[in-house]
């Protein structure tokens, strides 16, 4: 089903997914009170942001005034911002603070080059099997610091990459809950949520893909988040006062590895008469669109798939005030469908997205042309097991 675009309003485009997308979100619909969907949010929020303190600062989660992390997350995941942009954004920074985001950018590659070498198998752990998982799906909201992170997740839909950490190893570490389902929860919130990003933080965390486990103690929060100790009912008698035990795992085989990374030259099969936009790369270098101006543009919500991922519906406000902007600029067609069904028979021109998700969609589309992933790190083929590995053969 096509339908018609609201304008890119918050209140219009709230409206729109109330109406059209009934039994396709969870939540309250309302959008992120800290991030809007965008271009002209991207670009501002890049060019707001000071790396000046960010090595120092990147794990403070309160008080607000005192992070130095950049918030640009939302934006990277959609390919409203590529990571060689941020990259070369931030070259006159300090030198170290320099050194340290651009760290964290080369995880976010890392984590894009995991998934697509590793695909589904990322959804199983990859080192170490935790022997068994207690029943449980939550966090003790009566303790301030793990209440404060769920409501900053479920209300802005963003958590700086400490407060993940702590979420992550209270339920996976401490309270040896399954990891898979804190992870969809996670992804349900998360505006930047990625299956490679979200994936690889819990594996982690909590030890299944990596060669140790996070505890999360009392001592964390009161370096980085002083006041929620300071006013905490809990004090003491603190539940969180010890580190908790590492939980008993397996050792287990790597998996077979895939290839998704896609093409490194354009490749055309026919001439292609509109772009097909995909939910990885919606920003205005997308490389299919920025080839193809005077095309049409294509985006397709992917309806069986939101029926089954019942994301929150701040996600959805959120790309579609991205594609409510776009539609200002340039011929948008956006359709509510099976994305195979929608564009078969069509010749469209796409950007390679390095996810199973389009990779499979793609075959049974069968594009007019594909058009390589912007990666940071084009041409890395070293092994994916762990960041160290991996980032070795960045070093001359
Ligand atoms: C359990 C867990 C789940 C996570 N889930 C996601 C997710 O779904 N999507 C996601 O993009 N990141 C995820 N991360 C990584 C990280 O927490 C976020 O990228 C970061 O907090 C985003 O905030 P920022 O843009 O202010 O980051 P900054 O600190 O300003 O970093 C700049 C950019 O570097 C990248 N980056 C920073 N830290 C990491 C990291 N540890 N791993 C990968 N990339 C990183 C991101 O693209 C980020 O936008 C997760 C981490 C953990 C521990």
């Not at 486990?213 to 969180?240: K, M, N, T, W």
Request: proline fraction near 8%.
């Amino acid at each position: 089903m096509r339908f018609e675009l609201p304008t890119a309003t918050r209140s219009s485009v709230e409206a729109c997914i109330a109406d059209q997308f009934d039994g396709l979100y969870s939540g309250p619909v309302v959008g992120s009170p800290r991030f809007r969907g965008g271009q002209i949010a991207a670009d501002a929020a890049l060019n707001r942001f000071d790396v000046t303190g960010y090595r120092d600062g990147r794990n403070q989660v309160l008080p607000i005034a005192d992070r130095r992390a950049s918030g640009l997350s939302p934006y990277i995941r959609h390919g409203l911002l590529s990571l060689p942009e941020v990259w070369s954004a931030v070259e006159h920074g300090p030198s170290d603070d320099v050194r340290a985001f651009r760290q964290e950018l080369l995880w976010q590659e890392y984590a894009r080059h995991w998934y697509a070498r590793l695909g589904s198998a990322t959804a199983s752990p990859l080192r170490h099997d935790p022997q068994a998982s207690r029943p449980g799906s939550g966090w003790d909201r009566m303790l301030p610091c793990l209440d404060a992170a769920v409501d900053e997740l479920e209300t802005d839909g963003w958590l700086v990459n400490q407060a993940r950490m702590w979420l992550a190893s209270d339920w996976g570490v401490r309270n040896q809950l399954d990891w898979r389902t804190g992870e969809d929860r996670f992804f349900t919130h998360l505006l930047d949520g990625s299956r490679a990003a979200n994936r690889l933080g819990w594996q982690w965390t909590v030890g299944v893909g990596s060669s140790r486990q996070y505890g999360f103690a009392r001592d964390q929060v009161q370096r980085r988040a002083p006041e929620l100790c300071r006013s905490c009912p809990h004090a003491a008698a603190c539940p969180l006062e010890d580190y908790p035990d590492d939980q008993p795992m397996v050792p287990v085989d790597w998996p077979t590895e895939v290839d998704q990374r896609g093409p490194r030259e354009v490749v055309t099969y026919q001439s292609p008469e509109a772009v097909w936009l995909t939910a990885e790369s919606l920003g205005a270098s997308d490389p299919a669109m920025v080839a193809h101006p005077d095309l049409p543009v294509v985006f397709v919500f992917d309806q069986p798939l939101l029926a089954r991922l019942q994301l929150s519906a701040k996600r959805l406000i959120f790309l579609l005030e991205t594609l409510a902007e776009m539609a200002e600029l340039r011929h948008l067609e956006v359709y509510l469908g099976d994305p195979v069904e929608v564009l078969t028979g069509r010749a469209v021109a796409v950007t390679h997205a390095p996810v199973p998700g389009f990779v499979q969609r793609s075959q049974g589309i069968g594009p007019a042309e594909i058009h390589p992933w912007p990666w940071l790190v084009p041409d890395h083929d070293g092994s994916v097991r762990s960041f160290s590995a991996w980032s070795k053969k960045l070093r001359p």
